[in-house]
C-alpha cells in the first residue's frame, strides 16, 4: 500500500516545482493586486475593503479613454497580424520555392524585441523620418510637419504598425505548414473536384488555418492588452495605453494612487480572462467540427 | 492572381529589409539631416560605443548570463512537469496544465506590480534573485509544452523496451530519453532564452534599476530618440539573439542528420 | 532457457476484467503461442511477464523462482512489441548492442556478439546504418537481434509479423520458427492469426475474454476443439444442435450411431473438408445458395431447412446456385461440445 502511496502522489511531485512558481509568484500576484485593488493596503494604513478605487477608476473618463485606446490597438493589431499573415504564408507557399532565403527572412521581426521594433518604426514613421523624406523628395508633402504625425498619434498608428511589424510574421509561422499541407493534400482533391482558386482558398485554405489563426489572434490580443514597451515608446501621451496608465499611477508620488493602479491591473487580467474564455468556446466549436490545429 | 500574390510576399520581405538596413545605416552616421535619403556623413562613434565599449560588452554578457541561467533553471522545472502531463493521469491534471497556460494569457505587468510590494518586504526586490524569480515565469507555458509535445511524441513505450532490455533508470534517462527529447528541450531553450533576454519591464520594476541587462540598456536611448547609439546597441542587441538561434540551429540540424524519429 | 509458470494471474482496467485466473506453464524451451482476438488480455499476459505492467494478483515464475515483485531490468525476459520500437538515434549495430552495453559487458564481447547475430539475421552491410534507412524486414531482424542478444530466459513475440505483408511475414515466420529450435529458446508467441498460431508454435493457448479456454497441441485444438468458441476461432464450420443418449446423436438430420460417451443437449462440429458430394443420392440433401472461388477449392453454402451448411468441391464438380445436390455429413466422426448459451445452431 505504501506502494501505492507513492505511485499515485508521483505526478504531483512532478508539477511541484512548476506549480509552485505559478501559483506562489502568478497567481499569488494577480491574487494580491486583487486585494489590493480594493484598497487594502496595510503598508499606508489602508486595510478596508472598499469598491470605492473601482468606482473611482470605471467613471473616470481617462480611464475609459484609455481603455478604448488599449481595445482599440490590440484589436486592430490582431486583426490585421492574423489576416495579413494568413495572406503572406498563402504567398509563400504558392509563389516561393520551399529552400528560399525568403523563408527565413520573412522570421526575422519574431525575434527582434518590442523595444527594437520600437526603434525601427520610430525611424522611419517620425515626421523627421525615412518615409516623409521620401514623400518630401517626391514634392508630396511641403515640409516636415505637413506629414501627418503617425508616431506619439492619437490614432495608434505607430503603435498598430509595431506590433503588427512584430505579429504578422508570427501568424505566418504559426499557420505556413498548414496551408503547405493544404496545397499539397487536398488542392489536387479539390480542383479536381471542380473548385477554382478562389473557391479553394474560401472552402480548404481558410477553414483549416482557422483554428491556429484564432489561438494566434488571441495570443498576439492578450499580449498587447498588458505590453508597457511599445505604447510607452511610441503611444500618445493622451490617451494612454491601460499597462503605460497603471505603471503611472503604480509610480505616483501619492501612495493613495496605489490602489487605482491595481484597479486597473485587474481589468487588464480580466479582459484577458474573457478573451480566452471566449476563445475556447470558440476553439472547441470548430474543433469538434475539424480536428486538428493547435494552440 | 500569382503575380499579384510574389508582389505582396516580396513587399513584405522589402520592408523587413528596409527596415533593418536603415538601422544598420543610422548606427554608422554622424549626420543624416532631413531631408536626405541617404547619410551625409559616416561615422563610428555609434559602432564604437556598442561593439567597442567594455561596458556595453559587460552588460551584454552578463544578460546572456542571466538569461542562460534563467533558461537553464526553467527547462529543469518544466522537465518534469512535461513529463508527467505527457505521461500520467491524475486528479486536477486539467486545471493544472490551464495553470501553466496563464502566463500566456495574463500579462506579466499585472503579476509584477501586485507582488512587487511583498517582494520589496522579502528582500527580493533590487537584486537578482527576484529578477530570475519573475524571469522563470514567462518561459514556463513554452518549457512545459514544447517538451511535452516532445514526450508524447518519442512516446513511454520506447523506454519501456530499454528496460526490458535490461537499461536502469539513469541508463534510460541517459541513452533513450534524453537523446530523443534534444530537439524538444533546444527549442523550447531557444524559446524561454529569447523571451527572457527581450524583458523589461518586470527586469526594470523587480530589479529596480540595480540588476542591468542589455533590454534595459538600451531603453532610455530609444526613449530620448538618439537613433545612432540606439541603432548601433540594438545592432548588438539582435546580432547576439540571431547567434544564438544559429547556433540551436546547428544543435538540432545537426542531430536530426543522424536520427529521424519518424 | 527456462520454464515459466503462470498462476493465477488477475487483471482489471476500470473495473473490466482483462486476466481472469490465468494459469499456463511454459516448458523449457517450448514455443507456446498466445491466440485469441483484440481484447482477449494476451497482450496483458506478455507485459505481465515482462513486468511492463502490474498485475492485481497472481506468481509468475521462472525456472521455479518468483520474479513478480523483480524490476523489469532485471527479470532477463525481452518483449519484441508489434510496433518493434528500435532506438532511432542509434545504428544497427548499436541498438543490437544496447542490451549488453546497459549490462557494462566488455567491449570485445559486445562486438563478437553483435556481429554473430548481425550474420544469423542476415544484416551484413546494414550494421551502420539507421533504422529509418531500413526496410520493414530488416527492422524486424534487428528488433530480433536485439532481444536475443542479451541472451534472455524467455523470448516474448507480441503480433511482431502484424504489420509485414504476406510473403514478407511468411518468410519472416520461417526464420525466427527456425531460429527458435536451433536455439533452443523459450518463446512466447501473441497472435490473432491462427495459421501463424498454428503453423509456429508447439502448444497453442486459445484466449477469451481473459480466460484461457484450451491448451494444446496445434494438430489437437484444431480437430478437437473444446467448445464453440475455440472452433469458431479456426474459420467456418458446422454446428449441429442435437441431443446424445446411449450413444446415438439426435438431430434435424436424423439418428446417427457415434462413438461417444457423452449424454445431454450437445452441438456436434463438423468442419467443411470433412464433408464429401454424394454421388449416389444418398445422405442429405441441400439446394446450393453461394459460391466462393477461392483458388484451390470452391468453398459451397447449401442450404437446408434454412440452415447454412459449408462445404468445399473441387475443380470438376462445380456446381450452380439453386442446383440440388447430396452431401455425406460424417456425423460419427464429428466433435461434441456443449451447445453454446447464446448463439442458435442448425
Redesign the interface.
Known sequence: MKNNIIKISQPYLMVMPALILIVGIFVGGIFLGFIQSFGYFPLIGLDELTFKYYIEVLTSPTFLKSLGFSLYISFAQAFLSSVLGIFLAIGIVTTIKKDSIINGIYKIPIMIPHTVVALLVFIQLTQSGWLARLLFNFHIIKDMSSFPALVFDQMGIGVVFAYVFKGLPFITLIVIDIVREGYNKYVKVASNLGANKWQVLRHIIFPLTLPSALSGFIILFAYSFGSFEIPYLLGSSTPKALPVEAYIQYNSIDLLDRPKAMVINMIIAFGAFILVSIYQKLYSSLKVKMPGGAL | ??LL??S??YF??G???F??L??IL?SLINQWP????WPKQFDLRGLKFAFGSMKSYRILLSSIGLSGFVTVLTL???Y??A???AF?D?KG?KL?SF?????????????????H??FIKLGLANNITGVV??H??PG?PY???LMETSFRQIGQ??E?????????RW?VFW??TL??LFPGIIMAGTMIY?IS??Q??ITFLIGGGKVMTF?LF??PF??S?D?TL??AL?LL??SS??LV?VFSNLLVSYYSK????? | MAKIQLEGLHKSYDGVKILNNISLTVEEGEFMALLGTSGSGKTTILHAIAGTNELDDGIIKINNQEITNIPVNKRHVVLVDQNLLLFPHMTVKANIGFGLRMQKVERSLIKKKAEELIDLLALKGHENKYPHQLSGGQMQRVAIARALATEPYVLLLDEPFSKLDISLRNSMQKLVSNLQKKLGMTTILVTHDKDEALSMADRVAILSHGKIIQVGEPYDVYEHPKSIVVSRYFGDRNYFDGSMLDGKFTCSHGVFLVDSSKEGLLTMIIRPEEITISLNRKGVLVTIESTFYKGDVYTYVGKKNNNDIFFYGREQERYKVGDEIWLNIPFKQGVLVERSKHEKNI
Open positions: 492572381m500569382k500574390k510574389k505582396y510576399v513584405a520581405i520592408i523587413i529589409l527596415f533593418l536603415t538601422m543610422w532631413w531631408p536626405n535619403l529543469l522545472i518544466c518534469p512537469a513529463r508527467a502531463l500520467y491524475f491534471k493544472i495553470l501553466f497556460l496563464l502566463p500566456l494569457i495574463v500579462p506579466m505587468i499585472t503579476v509584477v506590480l501586485g507582488i510590494i511583498n524569480l519573475v522563470l515565469l514556463i518549457g512545459v509544452r513505450s520506447i519501456l523496451q530499454a528496460q526490458v532490455l535490461g537499461a536502469k541508463q541513452y533513450i537523446p530523443l529569447i533576454f527581450s523589461y519591464f533590454s538600451i531603453f530609444i526613449e530618440g537613433r540606439a541603432s540594438s542587441f539582435i539573439i540571431y538561434l543522424n536520427v529521424n524519429s519518424n
